[in-house]
């Protein structure tokens, strides 16, 4: 198999009747979701596309985007994942950038896609609520046989995740069939307990078109014949609902969404028949780990991983023991090393900056696929991490966001850690500000528990805590801080954020 839509094919054939796509109202088994997915990949095919042609899916969580996200890979396109919260501005722009053939949406960005329309001389648009849309997707009318889908090699193009854009424009990670089937690969093959087995029943509420949601929870969940259960949007009461009533047994989660569960009163029995519970996209605090261990008696299996990984590098899953403030070991054909500035291995217990080596890396940057890794095919992730004595990986921070005060680093995690043991705070995130002594200071954004006055006593808690150059010399309370859609921290937000 080279072509991750041939999951889906060998899923229905091993177990046709098992529940694939599954949501509050509706239920599409795996034979059901091959025989939608070959209409889809017969419909683009007859619009002319050539193969390689790249196809925009903005869609929130539900069956379409699975059905039409395999369908433009089994034709032999590249599948663009569009967050739904884009403006009409930046979808044009992205679209432009990946010179995409073809928008196809849903009734959420209907809006936006309108506005596409008109503006885009060369990008056909199409509404998966349409006639149109439904019929690529397979709803009503009888199908025309199995599609005969075109020959795919592990080097092709299979999805142009854009990122966050957190440092500029997004940049298009070139990620091919070989590169995500080999994450899926190594995902399989954790065991003790298991990333995923055939009977387990998976929450997918992170975007599926963020690439943990996407190659991590959809793609894995097909590799193995699993079923995925979607829901649009977190809410925690309703989602703690869902779990309960949709029989969901395995977890991909965000810190945010274990923060949130933890002050619901059905916590504990909504869990009951959860066998994993995982979380990713940025840092679980510890405290939030313990917590929900307390409550539900369940641990949290914490990850790391990136966009140009495919995404998953490191887990506890691979070292086979939940540990707050870890995220685990390298799986299975993942390296992983740990350099300083010059590029050399640091000494043992010291923060350097995370290499990865692995089959599941990113073919470049597009469009002419820009060096991503190095010669000899480490890629840079600009995560400062440590290892630590049981030989597990802990993060430390991005380089990027490393603050250097009169000469000394400073890392915001660790900073914030510190804050965030104070009584009144919920939520605290450190930054950099211009300094014109010491180059840089320390900022610290909060967000108070609720009903909570201001402290008077932050400073003195921080400066018996840290050392002097560490602490914030700028302290701000804001009602929120800016999030990504996974939840992660949005920090270059943070310098113009005014209590």
């Not at 072509?3 to 509050?24: C, G, K, M, Q, W």
């Not at 070989?178 to 387990?200: E, F, H, V, W, Y």
């Not at 274990?258 to 504990?268: I, K, N, P, Q």
């Not at 949290?300 to 403030?325: D, F, N, Q």
Request: hydrophobic content about 40%; glycine content about 10%; proline content about 6%.
């Amino acid at each position: 198999m080279t072509n991750i839509a041939d999951f889906v094919r060998a899923s229905a054939a091993a177990r046709p009747e098992h529940p694939a796509l599954v949501t509050r109202t509706s239920e599409l088994s795996w034979g059901q979701v091959d025989q939608r997915v070959d209409r889809v990949a017969r419909a683009l095919s007859e619009r002319g596309l050539a193969r390689g042609a790249r196809v925009a899916l903005m869609a929130g969580n539900r069956p379409e985007f699975a059905l039409a996200y395999f369908g433009i890979l089994r034709a032999g396109l590249v599948a663009v994942p569009l967050n739904t919260g884009y403006t009409s501005h930046e979808v044009l722009r992205l679209c432009a950038d990946a010179g995409a053939d073809l928008l196809i949406h849903d009734g959420s960005a209907g809006k936006v896609a309108a506005s596409v329309s008109r503006r885009a001389l060369n990008l056909d648009v199409v509404a998966l609520d349409s006639e149109a849309g439904q019929a690529m997707v397979g709803v009503g009318g009888a199908g025309r046989g199995a599609f005969r889908a075109p020959r795919t090699t592990a080097r092709d193009l299979a999805v142009l995740m854009y990122t966050s854009g957190s440092e500029g424009q997004p940049k298009g990670v070139m990620l091919s069939h070989g590169a995500l089937k080999a994450n899926i690969d190594a995902l399989t093959r954790l065991s003790k307990p298991a990333a995923m087995t055939k009977d387990d029943r998976l929450l997918i509420v992170l975007p599926l078109f963020h690439i943990y949601g996407l190659n991590a929870g959809l793609g894995l969940a097909a590799k193995v014949g699993a079923t995925s259960v979607l829901l649009e949007r977190f809410d925690p009461r309703s989602s703690l609902t869902a779990i309960r009533e949709l029989g969901v047994t395995n977890v991909a989660g965000a810190p945010p969404m274990y923060v949130s569960w933890s002050a619901e009163g059905s916590l504990r029995e909504s869990m009951d028949g959860v066998r994993l519970l995982v979380s990713g996209a940025s840092a679980l605090p510890p405290a939030v780990f313990q917590q929900f261990r307390t409550i539900t008696g369940k641990p949290i299996w914490e990850g790391y991983g990136l966009t140009e990984c495919s995404p998953v590098v490191t887990s506890t899953l691979a070292s086979r023991r939940p540990k707050p403030g870890s995220v685990g070991r390298p799986v299975v054909g993942v390296q992983v090393t740990l350099r300083d500035t010059t590029g050399q291995e640091v000494q043992e217990g010291d923060p350097g900056e995370l290499w990865v080596k692995a089959k599941s890396l990113l073919s470049g940057y597009w469009p002419e696929g820009s060096a991503a890794v190095d010669a000899d095919g480490w890629f840079h992730t600009g995560d400062v991490a440590i290892l630590d004595e049981d030989g597990d990986y802990r993060l430390v921070d991005r380089r990027r966001d490393l603050v250097i005060v009169s000469g000394f680093n400073v890392y915001p995690r660790e900073v914030e850690a510190v804050i965030s043991t104070h009584p009144a705070v919920a939520e605290v995130a450190v930054i950099g500000v211009p300094h014109p002594l010491t180059g840089e200071s320390v900022k610290a954004v909060i967000v108070l528990n609720k009903g909570v006055p201001e402290p008077d006593d932050l400073r003195a808690f921080c400066e018996a805590r840290l050392a002097r150059f560490k602490c914030p010399s700028i302290i701000e309370f804001v009602p929120k801080l800016p999030r990504a859609v996974t939840g992660k921290i949005t920090k270059t937000k943070l310098k113009d954020v005014h209590g």
